[in-house]
Every structure is written in structure tokens, then in C-alpha cells.
């Protein structure tokens, strides 16, 4: 009998273990036969009891399996390897003398790859096997890929992580220290002479430069507080806003959320201050905080 299976033939590069299930030793032999004089290792089993302890063992590469069969048929057989998170992914042709349309949707249903009718033809058999075969390859191969490149990214979120929680890291150290040098090394001197007979110009101007001082350390303070708090970005941009005596309505028109949302995140913040239950004004507590 002349064979000709064109560029399937290139998809299958053998070894593969294939599990030939069926009542019929007739059938089982000649299965057996066509497979194994392809390359395949071929494991055979004559019930469904036989070939799911079989599979448990050794997982086969692809199932051929027959539908009519004692104790348990094919459709059960079928089921109790989708439904299992170790073989749910192995391809199972089924094989069989039956041919009502019914039969073929009831094999799909249960998790059929394939449907291939007895009496069956050596090169259809041989087609369809190598063709699940080479699917089966390519998909495990396109699951791997996309492994690998997950796993590339949570690599690099990772690093990019640290290095952002590094950043953030140095640039708190270096706010810190802007804070205490101005602090200690420029205000006190600059106090010290404002309290000399200053012309009221020069008097008018080192007002000028403490209140910028002031302005400059209020941002850096006010930031190393929030983050102390444990703020949460949207937090911080909302108590900037109540700093400034924005109402409700228009902290939401400014960042473009409900004031519901505003609310919600008002309890938040008097909650992580500590003002839950106390009547001190926000709006003049954050305004203190940041100047200290």
C-alpha cells in the first residue's frame, strides 16, 4: 500500500508515547502495529480501568481511545482525564464503530480532540495522530514562551522596583539634610539678625528670604510627614488641596474624581493623623504639620 503523508511527516520527530485503549485485542494489534513501525512507543490497554491507572503512572504523549467498552466506556474515560489537572492537557482521538452524529458530539463534549470511525484507513489514523501530536508540541512550546517572558518580566518589575525604592530612598535622605542644614545652619543666623537694627528695607527683605525658607522646608517636611503617615499618592494630593482651603467640590473638579471619593479620602486622612473623633480643624492642622 502506497503511504503518503507530505509535511505532516516533518512534525513528528518519534519516541512519543502513545496509549492505545480499546476491548478489541483485533483492533489493539493493528493500532498497535501502525503506530509502532512509525517510531512511536506504543503502552495498550483492553478497559478503561486498566488504562487510567496505567496514565496515572506514565503520562502518554496522545490517547487513542474506544468508546464502547466494559466497566467504564470511552465518554468516562475521557472525562476523568479532563477533569484531572496532570492529563486534562494530553489530546485523545477517539475511535470507534459508532457513527450517529450524537455519539461524535457526545465525544467532543467530554474532551475529544478527534473522531476517527472503524473501519479506519492506516493513513488517516497515522494523519490525525501526527497532526494532535504536532499541536500538542507547538502549543507546549508557545506555554513555555510565555513562561519566559513572564518570568523576564517579573524580573525586571523587580529590579525597577528597587531601583525606584532606592531613588526614593536617596532622595528622602537628601530632603532630610537640605531640611536640617537650613534648620540649623541658616535660620537661626537669619533670626539672630533680624533682631539687629535692621533699615526697614533690609529688614523687609529678610523677611522675604525667611518666609521663601520657609516655604522651601515646608514642602520637604510636609512630604517626610506623609510618607511617615503612610499617605497614599492621591491622599497627599487631596490634603495639598484641603492646605489650600479647597471645598469638596472643587478638589473633585481638580482631580477629576466624585466628591464622594473627596469625602472618603477626608476620614482616611483623619484617620491616619489621628483626629478621628477630635474636633481640630484639618485645614489648620495640615497647614501646622508642614511647618514644623
Known amino acids: 500500500m502506497k503511504k503518503n503523508f507530505s509535511s505532516i511527516d516533518s512534525l513528528v520527530p518519534g519516541k512519543e508515547i502513545i496509549m492505545v485503549i480499546d476491548d478489541s485485542p483485533e483492533s489493539l494489534k493493528l493500532l498497535s ?6 517510531g512511536f512507543r506504543v503502552r495498550q490497554a483492553l478497559n478503561g480501568r486498566v488504562a487510567l491507572n496505567a496514565i496515572s503512572l506514565q503520562r502518554p504523549d496522545l490517547i487513542i481511545l474506544d468508546i464502547k467498552m466494559p466497566e467504564i466506556n470511552g465518554f468516562e474515560v475521557c472525562r476523568q482525564l479532563k477533569n484531572d489537572a496532570d492529563t486534562c492537557s494530553i489530546p485523545v482521538i477517539f475511535i470507534s464503530g459508532l457513527e450517529e452524529p450524537d455519539d461524535k ?7 475529544g480532540m478527534d473522531y476517527i470511525t472503524k473501519p479506519f484507513q492506516e493513513e488517516e489514523v497515522l ?4 497532526l494532535h501530536l ?26 525597577l ?8 530612598s536617596e532622595r528622602e535622605k537628601f530632603e532630610k539634610s537640605v531640611l536640617n542644614n537650613i534648620n540649623s545652619l541658616v535660620m537661626p543666623y537669619l533670626k ?12 523687609a527683605l529678610a523677611d522675604v528670604i525667611e ?3 520657609n516655604e522651601i522646608t515646608s514642602q520637604f517636611s510636609g512630604r517626610l510627614y506623609a510618607r511617615a503617615m503612610g499617605l497614599t499618592r492621591r491622599e497627599m494630593e487631596v490634603a495639598a488641596l484641603i492646605k489650600m482651603g479647597k471645598t469638596n467640590m472643587e478638589i473633585a473638579d481638580l482631580l477629576y474624581i466624585s466628591e464622594h471619593a473627596i469625602s472618603f479620602h477626608r476620614q ?25
Open 33 to 38: 502495529n501502525i503506530l509502532s513501525v512509525q
Open 105 to 111: 458530539i457526545q465525544a467532543f463534549k467530554a474532551g
Open 127 to 130: 494523519a490525525r495522530v501526527k
Open 134 to 159: 504536532a499541536l500538542r508540541k507547538m502549543t507546549q512550546n508557545l506555554e513555555n514562551m510565555v513562561q519566559r517572558r513572564t518570568a523576564k518580566l517579573e524580573e525586571s518589575n523587580t529590579a
Open 161 to 168: 522596583k528597587v531601583l525606584l525604592d532606592h531613588r526614593q
Open 192 to 203: 539672630k539678625l533680624k533682631e539687629t537694627n535692621l533699615a526697614i528695607q533690609q529688614k
Open 211 to 213: 518666609s521663601n525658607l
Open 268 to 292: 482616611n486622612l483623619r484617620k491616619k493623623l489621628g483626629l478621628l473623633g477630635k474636633k481640630i480643624n484639618l485645614v489648620a492642622y495640615l497647614n501646622e504639620i508642614t511647618l514644623q
